[in-house]
Nanobody
Framework: QVQLVESGGGLVQPGGSLRLSCAAS????????MGWYRQAPGKERELVAS???????NYADAVKGRFTISRDNAKNTVSLQMNSLKPEDTAVYYC?????????WGQGIQVTVSS
């Protein structure tokens, strides 16, 4: 059974930083693209950032220059470094990955940016 487990969320003040991590476990033969989505209350889930197995990255305009996605292929992990956080970044963040040619989601982790 393949699983994605996120960690690192929490409460942070505006302008602060958080680092989210996501670890894939189970019987894994192949991991292609990995990424992060978020969903704020009353809004649709949206892509935050993605990274291919070759390291190519893609970011939502709202987070460019503030967030950095990275992955460790040896450890089957993907991380999201979030700097200069704003209240509008408040959301549940979901890790996602294409593993063994199937799409998987993590359970989600809350990030709250508030003073």
């Amino acid at each position: 059974q393949v699983q994605l487990v996120e960690s690192g969320g929490g409460l942070v003040q505006p302008g602060g930083s958080l680092r989210l991590s996501c670890a894939a476990s189970g019987r894994i033969f192949s991991i292609n693209a990995m990424g992060w989505y978020r969903q704020a209350p009353g809004k649709e889930r949206e892509l935050v950032a993605s990274i291919t197995d070759g390291g190519d990255t893609n970011y939502a305009d709202a987070v460019k220059g503030r967030f950095t996605i990275s992955r460790d292929n040896a450890k089957n992990t993907v991380s999201l470094q979030m700097n200069s956080l704003k209240p509008e970044d408040t959301a549940v963040y979901y890790c996602t990955a294409e593993i063994n040619w199937r799409h998987y989601w993590g359970q989600g982790i809350q990030v709250t940016v508030s003073s």
